[in-house]
C-alpha cells in the first residue's frame, strides 16, 4: 500500500532528526514510566527510522488531509465481499487443518467454548492460516504512526504495548513482525490485545502468535470467550422471511426467542430445523441488503465476531466459512442481488430526511447499517410501498 505523500514543509532529513528527539524526549520518559528499561528501548528503536510508505501519515508541517469527499463515491452490493472462489479455497485448507490439528482444537473448545471450525475460520481470514506474509517491523509501523498519523495517540499506546511485550521477554524487536496497521502475528492482534487475551497453549513459557499455532489458536479462543461467546450455541442460521413478515424487525436492540420468530413463519432454508438448545434463546433478524439478498436469524455470537472485526459482512463471511468447513456447506443459498449504483451522498441525504421525520438511523455516514436500513422499512410501510429495508435509486428525491 504505496501511498502519495502529501506535500510537506520540511524535509525528510529534518523530520527524521525531530522523530529520534521524540523518541529520546517524549516516548522514552513515557515509556519508562509504564517499567520499561533502558536496555528494551535501545534494543527495540536500534536503527529504527521512519517509515514513509504507511498510508495515513501527517508529517511535521502539514495538516491531517480532510476526509474523502464522498459525493461521487459509490457503495457496492453486499456481494462483492463474498468472493466464492476465496471461500472455496480457505474452506478446502481449512478442512484440512481442522484435521491435522482436531486434538488441539478439541482441547481449545473445551477450554475456552469457542467450537474449532470458528476459530480456524478466523485464522485464515486473518492471516492465510499464517501463510501472509508480515514484512513489517511492528516497532517501525508503530513508532512511524505515533509519532506522525491521523491517531497518535491510538498508536503511542499501542507502542508501549509492544515494548512491554519486549521488556516481558515475549517475543524479541526482529521478531515481532506485523501488517502495515500494526496488527501482529497469525491472530493479527494489536500490541494491547495480546497482553490480554495472547495463551501459552503449548506451555512452552511464553504466548508466541507468530510461530505456535497452538498459541495463536487458542488465544483466538480466549479473545472471543473474553468478548462474550456462549457455549453450545451457533453463530446464526440463513432463513427465508415470508413477504408478510416485515423486514424492518432488525438489530441487536430487538432481539426476541428463537421460537417466536419461527412462530411468527420464518424458517431455516432447505427446511432444516432450528436446533432445539436456540429455539429458547435469543436471535436478531440480519438483513444485510434487505429484501435484495440473503436474510438471516443470528445469535449473539455474531456480535461477538464483529469484536475482531466490526463489520456485518465480516462476520457473516467467518460464519459461512466455519459451516463449510465442519459441514460441508456452500454458498448461501439466496443470491446477492445487484442493488444498482448508489452514491454515498444519496444514501446521506435519505437518511438526513429520515432523521428530520424522527427516525433514529445510526451514523449519518452514508451507509446503509441496520438502523438506516430498518426505518427505510418503517418508512416505506407507512407510506404504502412493500419495504425492501434498502436504499435504491427509485427511492430518491421521495424521502422528503
Known amino acids: 500500500m504505496l501511498l502519495p505523500l502529501p506535500a510537506f514543509a520540511q524535509n525528510k532529513p529534518d523530520v527524521e532528526k525531530q522523530f529520534q528527539r521524540w523518541i529520546a524526549s517524549d516516548l522514552s520518559p513515557q515509556a519508562k514510566k509504564a517499567g520499561i528499561s533502558e536496555a528494551t528501548l535501545k534494543a527495540a528503536f536500534e536503527g529504527i527510522t521512519l517509515n514513509w510508505d504507511l498510508p495515513d501519515l501527517v508529517p511535521p508541517g502539514t495538516t491531517p488531509p480532510k476526509e474523502q469527499d464522498q459525493t461521487q463515491a459509490e457503495f457496492s452490493s453486499p456481494g462483492a465481499y463474498f468472493s466464492e472462489k476465496r471461500l472455496q479455497m480457505l474452506a478446502t485448507t481449512g478442512k484440512g487443518l481442522a484435521t491435522t490439528y482436531a486434538?488441539?482444537?478439541?482441547?481449545?473448545?473445551?477450554?475456552?467454548?469457542?467450537?474449532?471450525?470458528?476459530?480456524?475460520?478466523?485464522?485464515?481470514?486473518?492471516?492465510?492460516?499464517?501463510?501472509?506474509?508480515?514484512?513489517?517491523?511492528?516497532?517501525?509501523?508503530?513508532a512511524t504512526k505515533a509519532f506522525m498519523s491521523t491517531r497518535k495517540d491510538m498508536f503511542r499506546d499501542?507502542?508501549?504495548?509492544?515494548?512491554?511485550?519486549?521488556?516481558?521477554g515475549d517475543v524479541s524487536p526482529s521478531i515481532m513482525k506485523g501488517s502495515w496497521a500494526g496488527a501482529l502475528g497469525q491472530p493479527q492482534f494489536m500490541p494491547s490485545s495480546y497482553l490480554k487475551y495472547a495463551v501459552d497453549f503449548d506451555k512452552d513459557g511464553h504466548p508466541d502468535i507468530w510461530n505456535s499455532v497452538p498459541d495463536a489458536l487458542a488465544s483466538i479462543a480466549h479473545y472471543l470467550q473474553e468478548k462474550g461467546w456462549q457455549r453450545g450455541r451457533d453463530w446464526g442460521f440463513e432463513v427465508n422471511i415470508p413477504v408478510y413478515v416485515t423486514c424492518a424487525q432488525e438489530g441487536p436492540d430487538l432481539a426476541k426467542p428463537i421460537s417466536s420468530w419461527a412462530g411468527s413463519g420464518i424458517t431455516r432454508v432447505s427446511s432444516k430445523a432450528f436446533p432445539n438448545s436456540d429455539l429458547k434463546a435469543n436471535g436478531m433478524m440480519l438483513v444485510p441488503a434487505g429484501r435484495n439478498g440473503p436474510e438471516f436469524l443470528v445469535t449473539p455470537n455474531f456480535y461477538v465476531l464483529k469484536e475482531y472485526n466490526n463489520s456485518d459482512l465480516y462476520a457473516l463471511f467467518i460464519g459461512n466459512l466455519a459451516d463449510r468447513i465442519a459441514h460441508g456447506a456452500g454458498p448461501f443459498e439466496q443470491p446477492w442481488r445487484d442493488v444498482g449504483k448508489m452514491l454515498r451522498s444519496d444514501v446521506l441525504a435519505m437518511q438526513k430526511a429520515l432523521v428530520a421525520k424522527g427516525y433514529d438511523v445510526g451514523n449519518v455516514d452514508g451507509l446503509p447499517g441496520y438502523k438506516t436500513r430498518r426505518s427505510l422499512g418503517d418508512w416505506q410501510t407507512k407510506n404504502g410501498m412493500a419495504p425492501t429495508c434498502y436504499p435504491d435509486a427509485s427511492l430518491k428525491g421521495k424521502i422528503r
Open 103 to 142: 486434538s488441539t482444537l478439541k482441547q481449545i473448545e473445551a477450554a475456552y467454548g469457542v467450537p474449532g471450525e470458528i476459530v480456524v475460520a478466523i485464522w485464515g481470514r486473518e492471516s492465510g492460516f499464517g501463510k501472509a506474509k508480515l514484512p513489517y517491523s511492528a516497532i517501525q509501523v508503530l
Open 158 to 168: 499501542e507502542l508501549i504495548d509492544a515494548l512491554t511485550m519486549v521488556e516481558r
